[in-house]
């Protein structure tokens, strides 16, 4: 998403270009995009650069927002999956991203105005004209996860979910557990706080989406540095940095949780892949589970209207 909207201007094609090659060339197998990233243009930049590779990586998109509008921000973008928009936008992606088959389709937000029966449905319908492999839902609440489940097994639900944002392990994560469906944490490092490279005194550029969440006004990014001095001190221990900690803590909830790190740069992909190699011990990870319940994260994650789209 990074590569081409919401954190500020959008990064030179053949720069991304580069580095998502450079990605699958150090063994990364999973892209995340969406036909609301630019809007279309993520995807475009996604099919060029992965066109080499067919067959041996897996390519994520969503539908469900109206892009019918002048304004195509997912924030001002209504919702809309009803099940002909929701073929629509397959048609699309599947142009864009230069496939003849989407691996994993998500709604990308649910749709209180379509039931997600007829959602389920629609994809069900996509999956046996052989246009899309898996159905996923993102950021959606446990009942509508087992009513479509139902109608259309569900592979994977994609949700924010990090050190900094832990309610899916409320409810969602035991339920996917149940239900056998994997879970795609996005924003794992905190929408790059949990780098450490952040301070009170950072500020964001009025294209940059941060610049309008409560969790990254001056007051929010001082309070939450404690955080940031736990993933310090744990990551000199471990010769890592807090990003590679954030990661590592992710992928050592369950063998099933697959985090969607961004990037835009280089050493920070080489950065993120080496969580792989941190190995947390179950006395770390109660160590960080102690220290962090003592910390309460000051801010809300998206202004009002933006949340009340999630856990539906």
Same mark, same amino acid.
Request: charged share 30%; proline share 5%; aromatic share 6%.
């Given at each position: ?32 995009? &969406? ?112 009513? &479509? ?36 944490p996005y924003s794992p490092l905190g929408k790059g706080f949990l780098t450490g490279a952040m301070d009170a005194q950072t500020t964001f550029d009025n294209s940059d989406f941060r610049s309008q969440l409560p969790r990254f006004t001056p007051e929010a990014l001082k309070a939450n540095q404690t955080l940031i001095d736990l993933l310090g001190q744990i990551a000199k221990r471990k010769k890592a940095t807090p990003a590679q900690i954030a990661l590592a803590w992710l992928l050592a909830q369950r063998p099933w ?56």
């Open positions: 998403m990074g590569m081409s909207f919401s954190y500020g201007p959008p990064k030179d094609k053949k720069e991304m270009t580069a580095l998502l090659r450079a990605a699958v060339e150090r063994g990364i197998t999973f892209f995340d995009t &969406a036909e609301v990233y630019g809007p279309f243009t993520n995807e475009e930049l996604v099919g060029e650069a992965l066109a080499p590779f067919r067959g041996k990586v897996v390519i994520a998109t969503k539908f469900g927002f109206d892009l019918s509008g002048s304004d195509k921000r997912p924030g001002a973008a209504g919702l809309s999956s009803r099940p002909e928009r929701i073929k629509q936008a397959v048609e699309g992606s599947l142009k864009r991203l230069k496939v003849d088959v989407i691996d994993l389709l998500y709604q990308h937000r649910v749709d209180l105005n379509v039931p997600i029966e007829d959602v389920a449905g629609a994809v069900k319908e996509l999956i046996q004209a052989g246009k899309v492999k898996h159905f996923g839902l993102s950021e959606a609440g446990v009942k509508t996860i087992r009513r &479509a489940h139902k109608v259309q097994p569900v592979t994977a639900l994609q949700s924010e979910y990090s050190l900094w944002w832990r309610r899916p392990e409320e409810e969602v994560i035991l339920t996917l557990e149940e239900l056998g469906i994997g879970l795609v949780i697959v985090p969607i790190p961004g990037t835009t740069k280089l050493h920070r992909l080489d950065e993120n892949i080496g969580a792989v190699s941190v190995e947390l011990t179950p006395d770390d990870l109660r160590e960080i589970d102690s220290a962090a319940s003592k910390i309460t994260v000051q801010g809300a994650r998206y202004p009002e209207k933006l949340e009340q789209l999630t856990g539906r």
